[in-house]
């Protein structure tokens, strides 16, 4: 075609010169020979049980397709504030938490705002602010144990009018929890405190911050099903905050983001919290395990509060450990530039973990 070439780059020069600039989020996941474990994305390692399957399949058969689901999903919004004990106005629903960090973010730090942040930390919070037009300050962690910047980070969050600070705890990628004590402290330096929690059902459950809202009206605490309740292929997670602040952050969320699929998945999870909490202690006990192997092989390994381990072996690039580990059938996170010798591995079921431990024996 003619011309075409042409046309498209005037369509490429229209794009944002921002977004233009911005390498597109990628997965790298090796493609591997032969029978490859997958360690890299932090989902569950046991799926949901086929009874719930066909419980959920029987239900979603029932309802009607050709409808919208209800506006914002009242009844999995009910179910989620009895599971919390707060009140449904205090719920905003999304198609996973992703959807709602990025509301979140555009509606208190988006158009001019800085999103103050604790890297190494999970990587889209970048690409949120950007997406959002909010400038990015940063408080680095630091090897070997990556801890938070307490004092630090409270103080960069009370400096400006529009510093809005996103905690993950535990982090992603280095999953150093963070106690209750510690998110109030810096909640109250703090103008609203962005708290993302999709990893805190595998933590102490003192860490779990919602038991705070009631007394920082400030705090945003965002949770997700994909990780202890093992339903990433649906896309579930919610957001908890004093209800004026949920209904602004509403107003970012398109409607019906949860779709029916999703909605029963969720409301017959929920119903059963026994397979959640089982799944998570299984991930406890095997992330110990793994964690005291991976020392015992000379690794230092960070404080571990998620469903995963960040470690790294004196003398070993992490970037040549990931490709040793891909070539010997398992694939693990890729190494970021922010910690580019550590290595984030998903704890995942027995096997899998032994054949992690042994592939990285092999690699030595
Ligand atoms: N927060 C963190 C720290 C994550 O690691 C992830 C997913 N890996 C998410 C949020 C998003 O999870 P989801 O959209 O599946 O709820």
């Known amino acids: 075609m003619s011309g075409g070439h042409d046309v498209t780059r005037r369509a490429l020069e229209v794009v944002r010169p921002s977004i233009r600039a911005l390498t597109a989020y990628s997965l790298?996941?090796?493609?591997?020979?032969?029978?490859?474990?997958?360690?890299?994305?932090?989902?569950?390692?046991?799926?949901?049980?086929?009874?719930?399957?066909?419980?959920?399949?029987?239900?979603?058969?029932?309802?009607?397709?050709?409808?919208?689901?209800?506006?914002?999903?009242?009844?999995?919004?009910?179910?989620?504030?009895?599971?919390?004990?707060?009140?449904?106005e205090q719920v905003v629903v999304g198609n996973g938490s992703g959807e709602l960090l990025l509301a979140a973010v555009s509606v208190f730090a988006g158009g001019g705002g800085t999103l103050l942040l604790a890297p190494p930390t999970f990587s889209l919070y970048q690409q949120m602010a950007l997406l959002a037009g909010a400038e990015v300050a940063t408080v680095p962690r630091r090897p070997p144990d990556f801890a938070l910047e307490v004092e630090a980070f409270s103080a960069r969050a009370a400096d400006g009018e529009r510093t809005v600070?996103?905690?993950?705890?535990?982090?992603?990628?280095?999953?150093?929890?963070?106690?209750?004590?510690?998110?109030?402290?810096?909640?109250?330096?703090?103008?609203?405190?962005?708290?993302?929690?999709?990893?805190?059902?595998?933590?102490?459950?003192?860490?779990?911050?919602?038991?705070?809202?009631?007394?920082?009206?400030?705090?945003?605490?965002?949770?997700?099903?994909?990780?202890?309740?093992?339903?990433?292929?649906f896309r579930i997670g919610y957001a908890l905050a004093h209800a004026e602040l949920a209904r602004e952050i509403r107003k970012a969320v398109l409607p019906f983001s949860v779709d029916l699929a999703a909605e029963e998945l969720a409301l017959a999870l929920l119903e059963r919290p026994e397979f959640s909490r089982g799944a998570v202690e299984t991930v406890r006990v095997e992330r110990e395990r793994v964690r005291l192997a991976l020392l015992s092989l000379g690794a230092s390994v960070a404080p571990a509060g998620g469903n995963f381990l960040f470690f790294t072996i004196p003398g070993t690039g992490g970037a040549a450990l990931f490709s040793e580990l891909a070539r010997r059938g398992v694939v693990v996170r890729e190494p970021s530039p922010a910690a580019p010798d550590h290595i984030r591995v998903t704890v995942g079921t027995r096997s899998e973990n032994d054949a992690f431990l042994r592939a990285l024996e092999g690699c030595r």
């Open 28 to 88: 790298n996941r090796p493609a591997g020979e032969g029978e490859v474990v997958r360690l890299d994305f932090n989902e569950a390692p046991h799926d949901v049980p086929a009874e719930l399957k066909a419980e959920v399949l029987r239900r979603l058969g029932e309802r009607r397709w050709s409808h919208y689901p209800e506006f914002g999903s009242p009844r999995l919004a009910r179910a989620i504030a009895a599971r919390h004990g707060v009140e449904p």
């Open 165 to 233: 600070p996103l905690l993950c705890a535990p982090n992603n990628p280095t999953g150093n929890p963070a106690s209750r004590d510690v998110v109030a402290r810096i909640a109250r330096e703090s103008r609203v405190l962005l708290l993302d929690q999709a990893y805190v059902d595998f933590s102490d459950p003192g860490d779990d911050a919602i038991p705070l809202l009631p007394e920082l009206p400030h705090l945003v605490v965002f949770r997700t099903l994909s990780k202890a309740f093992a339903a990433a292929g």
